[in-house]
């Protein structure tokens, strides 16, 4: 069965900084597409930063560029993104998803088959 937990989210000052973890089980992750997307209250869907099959690409919205940092760890079969310098319009429930057809445009959620539960983050003084 393929399932995708993530962790690491909560409340977090401006100009903090959290990871986010996300655990996969029931497949190998490496040769998955993997993707970070949140969506806060009132607004649609986002991705934020995503890594293509084979790791060709690697993507990150304007608004985290330069803060935001993915990787995997194909040892433990989990992806991560690290979250520096956080804005309170960072505040949303991040999901972590993964797939088989994410290539370059891995930003676009319509090429992910699995998501996680999703984690909220919340930025605020």
């Known amino acids: 069965q393929v399932q995708l937990v993530e962790s690491g989210g909560g409340l977090v000052q401006p100009g903090g900084s959290l990871r986010l973890s996300c655990a996969a089980s029931?497949?190998?992750?490496?040769?998955?597409?993997i993707g970070w997307f949140r969506q806060a209250p009132g607004k649609e869907r986002e991705g934020v930063s995503c890594?293509?099959?084979?790791?060709?690409?690697?993507y990150y919205a304007d608004s985290v560029k330069g803060r935001f940092t993915i990787s995997r760890d194909n040892a433990k079969n989990t992806v991560s993104l690290q979250m520096n310098s956080l804005k309170p319009e960072d505040t949303a429930i991040y999901y972590c998803?993964?797939?088989?057809?994410?290539?370059?445009?891995?930003?676009?959620?319509?090429?992910?088959?699995?998501w996680g539960q999703g984690t909220q983050v919340t930025v605020s003084s």
């Open positions: 998803a993964t797939g088989e057809r994410v290539g370059s445009r891995c930003y676009v959620a319509d090429f992910y088959d699995y």
């Open positions: 890594i293509a099959v084979g790791d060709r690409t690697t």
């Open positions: 029931g497949f190998t992750l490496r040769y998955y597409g």
